[in-house]
């Protein structure tokens, strides 16, 4: 894997963690499977040991090389500087000539010269400057120069040489390993994902994998290498140009593994995210390294558990495999599978592809005949039993297809995509039955691959009837996700092939009114639901009609027409039996999202609860995404801040599973992080959804993730990026029809920003075109005290303090009666800022107070740790807003007094010069001043630069 800094993302406290140990002196020895990225890290701590100054020898030996004695050693001695080698001894010159010239030492040299070659050039090398040994990949060192090597560090050369060591080796008892705590690293022991050290020893033939430690000097500290967490590896993959949705999908595939995951990410057909791309031969080959030194009895158990659906060890021994409790110890042992009870999992899953395909075909035949004979249901039996060959009969078909109508979900699709396999081609019209009937199956079971692949059979047969390829498109476009805005020539052949029929008209039009409205068309989208609706009806299918008329409710709600409350009553009186993967589409679903906007915050979760019940059903995970994630943002106004973060973390979890677009939950997981995680986690989330929703051409969660960014970094001090990314969403709307109820609320964030900055007009205007959003969606209270906490923000920066403190205690109220603590702590924190600029200290320190008694029993962490410092502020004594001003007006003043001219004030503030010049003139009257020296006298030297964060 390449070393880049990319390649480092997610390591940065394991490699904190190195470097502490390393600077102390002593070694440091990582391990891990192939891919994972230690070699990474050691480049990591070379560089920086060389901007150190330090000299850095370095030794990477390669397989061919571990057979050959003092091949290590020749490479890695001429590292070494020239002056310690003429201060050695004669001994050790005699040895060492004959090791420069790749001359294995003569058997009768004596034995103590060859071993202290080494030691005695660390020791005069380190007289110069600090050395660190760089060894990578011991497992291919000679045995040899390992213990010349292992000698030496013995030998304790003292604190200036260090060693970094590396070797490939699974983790001990197919634990999963997470960075050390503090206590571990000071114990220098391996510490897992249950957070103590291993407490089994290292299982046989692993104890010749721990070299690495042999060969780092006194005290060494032992790391696992962990996978990638999902978050990290998906950025890593982004660096390298994949989409958001790929790169989050292949963490599961790849188990996390640096190396992997960019192979297969390298290989994966651009626009096709279902599709997974055929196994690259390079991962194939770093797969097979971890299987090659199995015994052949291990490795035909391993046959028979990649060939099963569901493998278990009950099921290995039903199977023949007597011994698969040992078997499968020994491969745990190599890192190839973990055994949860009675689950065997492969580890990573791709392990199992490259069992099965590279077995010879007489294998998998028998692997096959015995998991017939073993399995209890007798559905699996008949899988196996037409799995043996692959001739075409029609009556293995017929019962294939028979059984996978009594299955369903990701078994039924392959059952039914098996007996399409086995038909004859002479029963071409049940063929394609039973590929529409698996493409249907294997999307409601999640089964994308089997979906897509049996969709994609249906289209290759072009005198297939109508009928069947309309069906096969909407499996394709139901794939996309939220990436709909690519999906236009699929939606136009549906259409060309529905004709007149309202039964595929109906379908297919449903799915491009949600493409309208994720592309930002509400026009076209109602137009779209209006036209669903009517063809649903003319056929017969309620189900369809009610989630036409759901969006259509939705979009009258965005224009501010008040017949949408009409529309979504017609919708729920419809007999209409959602799916549970179609939930979120129908009418109880959006009846309790706008229960959510308008602030009925009880009845929107008493109504989501009870859908989520339903959603735990569905087996894509679509449904039970969104549930989950309405009941986070719920969670979040009604300030339960840990409850929101649960089901926002479990929503991210869920669609990261089952491979949906991300930007929609990594949203959630930013409002959520807002509220009671941290700023920094929030702002990381927003980015990538940012991203995420850009790819997928999803301008309804790119406003959303905005919104989410600009919060995230207004609230961190960084008001020129906050008002920059409001700024763009403002922009965005500006050609939508109508506002979004859910991010209406930007108007207010947006204006404060602008006042931060002391542009009082555009802040005054963006509230302005706040109140005519407002008016549009109709009676909001939320919005509505948003509106005049944002207001009060205003007013204060513009220095109309009084003003402000009415409009802001007014909006903690209103908060107050709506149960919306968060909301109602925000407004009393506006109120104690106006209240210091008018200097009433004591009436600022109560309302501050007052919000973070709020903020603490909400646990909202940043929330409370901002009041916390504003709490200070108030408290000391001589503090900047004694003065008067507001926080524009003082930053410039500190700019003024330390010798900055109007334009270089006006560069760094990123204002206009008119703006510095007027705000300075503001200044002078407030501290009765009337020129540059004077303010510098006035203002205390203890003052500089602050930033508002309310």
């Keep these: 894997m390449q070393s880049d800094v990319s390649a480092l993302r997610g390591r940065g406290e394991l490699l904190a963690t190195i470097e502490g140990r390393l600077g102390v002196g002593g070694g440091v020895a990582v391990h891990g499977p192939a891919g994972i990225g230690k070699t990474a890290l050691l480049d990591a701590a070379t560089s920086a040991a060389r901007a150190r100054g330090e000299l850095v020898v370095g030794l ?40 420069r010239q790749g001359v294995t030492p003569r058997a009768g040299a004596p034995a103590l010269a060859l071993r202290l070659v080494l030691p005695l050039l660390l020791v005069h090398s380190a007289r110069e400057r600090p050395v660190l040994l760089v060894l990578d990949d011991c497992q291919w060192l000679d045995a040899a ?56 020893p290292l299982a046989a033939g692993a104890s010749a994998g721990r070299r690495a430690v042999r060969l780092c000097p006194a005290p060494a500290l032992e790391l696992a290498v962990p996978p990638l967490r999902a978050d990290d590896l998906t950025e890593l993959l982004e660096a390298r140009g994949l989409p958001c949705r790929t790169a989050s999908r292949l963490h599961e595939t790849s188990g996390g593994n640096p190396f992997l995951a960019l192979t297969l990410g390298a290989a994966q057909p651009p626009g096709e995210a279902w599709r997974p791309a055929p196994l690259p031969e390079a991962a194939r080959e770093l797969l097979r390294d971890q299987l090659a030194a199995l015994p052949a009895d291990v490795a035909h158990t391993l046959l028979v ?101 009594r299955a369903s979900g990701r078994l039924a699709a392959e059952l039914y995509l098996l007996a399409a396999d086995r038909c004859p081609h002479t029963h071409a019209d049940r063929r394609l039955d039973w590929l529409v009937a698996a493409a249907r199956d294997g999307l409601a079971g999640g089964a994308a691959a089997l979906a897509g692949r049996a969709a994609e059979a249906v289209l290759a047969v072009t005198d297939a009837p109508a009928a069947h390829r309309v069906q096969a498109r909407l499996v394709l476009i139901d794939l996309a996700g939220q990436g709909l805005a690519g999906m236009g020539e699929m939606f136009a052949a ?80 419809l007999p209409a039996t959602p799916a549970p993967d179609w939930l979120h589409y129908g009418p109880r679903y959006v009846a309790a999202r706008f229960a959510l906007m308008d602030d009925r915050l009880e009845e929107a979760r008493a109504a989501l609860l009870g859908l989520l019940a339903v959603a735990e059903q569905d087996r894509i995970g679509e ?42 939950t990594w949203y959630t997981a930013a409002i959520a992080e807002l509220a009671g995680g941290s700023l920094a986690a929030a702002a990381g989330f927003a980015r990538r959804g940012v991203r995420a929703s850009e790819q997928e051409g999803d301008t309804l969660y790119l406003r959303r993730n905005l919104h989410a960014l600009g919060q995230a970094e207004l609230r961190a001090g960084e008001t020129r990026a906050g008002v920059a990314a409001l700024r763009r969403l403002r922009d965005l709307e ?57 207001a009060a923000v205003v007013l204060s920066e513009s220095g109309q303090a009084d003003s402000a403190v009415l409009l802001s205690a007014s909006a903690a109220e209103h908060f107050e009666q709506l149960q919306q603590p968060i909301e109602q702590a925000h407004a009393l924190l506006v109120q104690g800022s106006a209240e210091r600029r008018r200097r009433r200290y004591a009436a600022a320190r109560l309302a501050i107070g007052a919000a973070l008694a709020i903020f603490l029993a909400a646990e909202a962490k940043p929330w409370a740790e901002q009041t916390e410092r504003a709490l ?69 030297a203890v003052v500089s630069e602050v930033t508002t964060s309310v």
């Excluded at 390993?177 to 000071?186: C, D, E, H, Q, Y």
């Excluded at 719920?634 to 491979?659: I, P």
């Excluded at 206009?912 to 009257?925: F, I, N, P, Q």
């Design 872 to 940: 200070a502020g108030a408290s000391a004594a001589g503090t900047p807003f004694d003065l008067g001003l507001t926080s524009t007006e003082l930053r410039i003043a500190v700019l003024v007094r330390d010798g900055a001219s109007n334009r270089e004030i006006a560069g760094r503030l990123y204002l206009s010069v008119k703006t510095v010049e007027a705000t300075l003139t503001r200044v002078y009257r407030k501290l009765g001043v009337r020129s540059r020296t004077q303010l510098s006298s006035r203002l205390p």
């Design 734 to 790: 500006a050609g939508f029809a109508g506002a979004d109820p859910m991010i209406a609320r930007w108007h207010g964030d947006l204006a404060g920003g602008l006042a931060a900055l002391g542009e009082h007009t555009e802040a005054v205007a963006t509230l302005v075109a706040a109140r005519a959003a407002a008016e549009r969606l109709g009676e909001n209270p939320g919005l509505a005290g948003c509106l005049d906490r944002a």
């Design 305 to 405: 558990a990649a060939l099963a659906t569901d493998p278990t060890v009950t099921l290995l021994r039903r199977a023949g495999r007597e011994d698969a409790v040992r078997d499968l110890r020994v491969a745990a042992a190599a890192g190839v599978v973990a055994v949860a009870g009675d689950q065997v999992r492969f580890t990573p899953p791709l392990l199992a592809t490259v069992v099965a395909e590279d077995a010879p075909a007489g294998d998998r035949t028998e692997a096959h005949t015995a998991l017939a004979a073993g399995a209890a249901d007798p559905v699996q039996s008949l899988r196996h039993r037409a799995l043996r060959s692959s001739v075409p009969d029609a009556a293995v078909a017929r019962s294939l297809a028979a059984a996978a109508g």
């Design 623 to 664: 449904a039970r995404v969104e549930v989950l994630r309405s009941l986070s943002e719920v969670a979040t106004r009604a300030g339960r801040c840990r409850e929101a973060l649960s089901y926002a973390h479990r929503a991210v979890r869920a669609a990261q599973r089952a491979g949906l677009s991300p930007g929609p």
């Design 145 to 200: 120069s390992a213990e010349l090597i292992a000698f030496a560090v013995r030998r304790r050369p003292g604190p200036r040489v260090r060693v970094i060591a590396a070797e490939r080796r699974p983790y001990a008892g197919s634990a999963s390993p997470i960075l050390p705590r503090a206590a571990g690293v000071s114990t220098g022991r391996r510490v897992y994902a249950d957070g103590r050290s291993p407490s089994r």
């Design 494 to 573: 549906a259409l060309a092939e529905a004709g007149d029929d309202p039964a595929l008209i109906a379908p297919v039009r449903l799915r491009r009114t949600w493409a309208a409205l994720l592309t930002g068309d509400p026009d076209r989208a109602a137009d779209e639901a209006a036209r669903t609706a009517l063809a649903a009806r003319g056929a017969g299918d309620p189900t369809t009609e009610a989630m036409a008329l759901s969006v259509l409710a939705q979009i009258e709600r965005l224009r501010g027409e008040p017949g949408w409350a009409d529309t979504l009553t017609q919708a729920l009186v």
């Design 60 to 99: 990477r030996p390669v397989r061919s090389e571990r057979l050959i004695p003092y091949a290590g050693i020749a490479d890695l001695i001429p590292q070494l500087p020239r002056p310690a080698h003429e201060a050695l001894p004669p001994a050790q010159r005699r040895v060492l000539a004959a090791l």
